[in-house]
């Protein structure tokens, strides 16, 4: 293929990092342009969920990542709702963001702003070969047959530039001039609260006392919106979404408004406290709105993150499931790339991602309403899905994962896996040569078979099957590479003893034997096949 480079990344906030860190670990180089100077100066995203940090796991900066989140919350805190910060506390949605889920995976949800998080995206994506042009923004996106024709205009003047790339993502954000170019429609619920989010200093050490709350909801008899507050207690920011004046009006259109003398009454009023000494230091309008593209892909150009869905930060989805496109995205433009895998592998994008991000903003948006705003109208609403159950538990159906359509099922709850196809394989801690390690870290690179005890013909077929379609296959039997001290391993990827699971690099199981086969290597061959969207070749 003849291009400057194979991928150019619209956007290096959060998702175009996280993407250009998720392919410089399958060893594709990419271009980032970004219009702003540098990473992100307000905090936004700050709960990052397991699935988030099991991939940034896997391309080894799960630690830096870690040491990120400590520097700027003290952790596992609690997710409440209050009257105000000073007074009565309402509801307990979670006593630890961690509580009930340290069992589902080797990596802990965190707390890390952008702030935090994009310097070591930033970072790590540069180690990874990916080269990052802040100031620099994509003017126009021409798509040819074998090409995508970018122009790049430095911010601060000098000549534009023309770069030709194999493929672009679009992570340009809610506004995605780029989606809009291309005419994708936009589903769901447009926006409802003209909400602002409220920079400011204030030392709040007496009104929090010794709770540990990482987000507050304020239901106020005059305002509805959520805190977060920096791990000293002497900052925050204060998202308004409604509020009612005397009479009990209430307006959603609170972006009308945000002079400074109203933005102290909001926080003051917030907190609890109308005498508290409080300094704002910005004031950002933005729009809530639970908004799905319908498609992500037109020809070479695909769109992630909150170019392809935003929604209301009610629990925490936004930015973490635009993470997951692009972790779902990158091995496939790797093995595309080089020819392990037939172009239509990249059809399964729009495919898995998609619905999964129309169930996410409905997921978030029904949180909005039930807890922000139920004249919104709680009728046609989806029901709430556990937390754990949307960020790790959904699942992919494509042409890649061929028997996920043997149930009907588009959830399972994490902490009971099943291993069936289309769902991200389960994690139980295991000790692989002599080291404790998760079964998540099996996989992350290559097409990997996981067979029960007894299943060691699995191995032929599992080596045939790569030789077969020329791609290396890692293959793991329970008991003998892979020893499993819980005994679980077996029961929750559902392949006792004589089966076995193939799993993607992406960590989610594309096909499975719950027992042993007559035809094992033919099986297993047209499975890898389908996964990697190529024919069927014949085996001895
Ligand atoms: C108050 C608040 C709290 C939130 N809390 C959470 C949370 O706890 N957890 C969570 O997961 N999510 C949360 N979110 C959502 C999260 O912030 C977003 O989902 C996330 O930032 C989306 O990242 P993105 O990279 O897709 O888009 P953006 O962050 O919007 O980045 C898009 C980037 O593209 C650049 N760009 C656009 N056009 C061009 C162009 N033509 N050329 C070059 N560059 C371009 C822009 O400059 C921008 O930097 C929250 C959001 C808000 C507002």
């Known amino acids: 293929m003849d291009h400057d480079v194979p991928v150019l990344i619209v956007g290096g906030s959060l998702v175009g990092l996280s993407t250009a860190v998720f392919l410089g670990h399958h060893g594709v180089p990419s271009l980032v342009v970004e219009r702003h100077r540098g990473t992100a100066i307000h905090p936004r995203a700050a709960l990052v969920n397991q699935r988030a940090v099991e991939a940034y796991r896997v391309v080894g900066i799960e630690e830096e990542v870690e040491a990120a989140a400590a520097r700027e919350f003290v952790q596992n805190g609690a997710i409440v709702s209050v009257e105000s910060l000073g007074g009565t506390e309402l509801d307990w949605y979670f006593r630890n963001i961690n509580e009930g889920v340290e069992d589902v995976s080797p990596s802990a949800r965190l707390f890390v702003t952008q702030i ?22 994509a003017v126009s996106v021409e798509q040819g047959d074998e090409s995508v024709t970018v122009v790049v205009r430095p911010r601060d003047g000098g000549p534009e530039r023309t770069v030709r790339a194999g493929y672009v993502i679009a992570a340009d954000g809610a506004r995605s001039a780029i989606r809009e170019r291309l005419g994708i429609p936009i589903l769901g619920h447009g926006s409802f609260s003209d909400s602002i989010t409220i920079y400011f200093r204030a030392d709040v050490r007496r009104l929090m006392g010794d709770r540990n709350l990482s987000v507050i909801y304020v239901f106020g008899p005059r305002l509805q919106g959520f805190f977060r507050f920096s791990i000293d207690l002497q900052a925050g920011f204060l998202v308004v979404n409604s509020t009612s004046d005397e009479t009990g009006t209430r307006s959603v259109r609170i972006g009308e408004d945000m002079s400074p003398e109203t933005c102290i009454r909001y926080v003051r009023e917030a907190l609890g406290d109308p005498e508290i000494p409080v300094e704002i230091e910005d004031v950002q309008r933005w729009s809530a709105s639970a908004e799905y593209a319908e498609r992500l892909r037109e020809g070479r150009v695909f769109i992630a993150g909150d170019a392809a869905h935003v929604m209301p930060p009610t629990g925490g989805f936004g ?19 080089d020819g392990r895998a037939g172009e239509e592998l990249l059809a399964t994008y729009e495919a898995e991602r998609q619905p999964v991000g129309a169930f996410t903003t409905e997921q978030a948006y029904s949180r909005y309403v039930l807890r922000l705003d139920p004249t919104l109208g709680t009728d046609d609403l989806m029901p709430l899905v556990d937390e754990a159950a949307v960020e790790i538990g959904y699942r992919y159906r494509s042409s890649a994962v061929p028997t996920a359509s043997e149930d009907d099922a588009t959830w399972e709850d994490p902490r009971s896996p099943s291993g069936r196809p289309g769902f991200r394989a389960p994690h139980l801690p295991v000790t692989v040569g002599g080291v404790e390690r998760s079964t998540i870290d099996l996989f992350g690179r290559r097409f990997a078979v996981l067979a029960g005890s007894a299943g060691e013909s699995w191995r032929d077929a599992a080596q045939a099957a790569g030789s077969a379609l020329g791609v290396p296959v890692d293959t793991y039997r329970v008991g003998d590479d892979v020893i499993d001290p819980s005994g679980r391993v077996e029961a929750a990827y559902g392949i006792g003893r004589d089966g076995a699971v193939l799993v993607r690099p992406d960590g989610f199981v594309a096909w499975r034997a719950t027992a042993p086969h007559p035809a094992q290597r033919t099986e297993l061959v047209g499975a890898l096949a389908a996964a990697l969207a190529r024919p069927t070749p014949s085996v001895a």
């Open 319 to 337: 930015g973490n499931s635009g993470i997951e496109d692009g972790y779902n995205l990158a091995w496939k433009l790797a093995y595309v790339l």
């Open 116 to 137: 935090g998080l994009e310097p070591v995206l930033l970072e790590a994506a540069n180690r990874l070969g990916a080269r990052i042009e802040h100031a620099s923004e």
